[in-house]
């Protein structure tokens, strides 16, 4: 079993909520073939997770990435574990923004595993930690990719 992070960016000519609508067929597939994942969204920014047989999970990816839904796909982690985090749960998906909104206070990540999801899985964790603090964004405030003023 294998344990896959990656970051990426909404394509602009998309908006979050046409995502909305399909998630529940993502679900659909994820739990088809054996997947569990976790896909956080915050601003116009994805963190996602996904957890399942190598060949799946893989398989999986390799779709994602020609999706023209996002952009700039950076993969953070792929490693081999013995168990998943989000065991029976295909797609647990968040939006960060809207959370802290209901919440009333930045998400924290005992928000996102209430239940120590990931306390055991240490990249995993640090991982969406950092992603909620901030990192692995692909945009900045004013909408403009980092990457792309860095070079100016
Ligand atoms: C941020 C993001 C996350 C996605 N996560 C999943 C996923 O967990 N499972 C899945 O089947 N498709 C996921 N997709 C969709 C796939 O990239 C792909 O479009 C889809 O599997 C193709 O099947 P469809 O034509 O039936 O939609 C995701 C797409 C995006 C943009």
């Given amino acids: 079993m294998i344990r896959l992070i990656y970051s990426s960016a909404l394509n602009p000519a998309y908006s979050p909520q046409s995502l909305l609508g399909l998630l529940a067929g993502y679900r659909a597939r994820n739990q088809r073939l054996g997947i569990n ?32 839904h996002h952009l700039q796909l950076t993969l953070l982690s792929r490693e081999t574990v013995s168990y998943p985090s989000f065991p ?38 640090r991982f969406v930690q950092e992603f909620i603090n901030g990192k692995w964004h692909h945009h900045l405030a004013n909408g403009l990719n980092p990457q792309v003023v860095h070079r100016r």
């Fill in 88 to 125: 029976g749960q295909p797609l647990v998906f968040i939006d960060t923004e809207e959370l802290a909104r209901k919440l009333g206070h930045p998400v924290h990540l005992s928000n996102i595993a209430p239940h120590g999801e990931l306390d055991h899985a240490e990249r995993a964790k």
């Fill in 37 to 68: 994942s976790l896909l956080l969204l915050m601003n116009k920014d994805f963190l996602q997770m996904l957890e399942g047989e190598e060949a799946a999970v893989d398989e999986l990816y390799d779709f994602i990435q020609r999706d023209k």
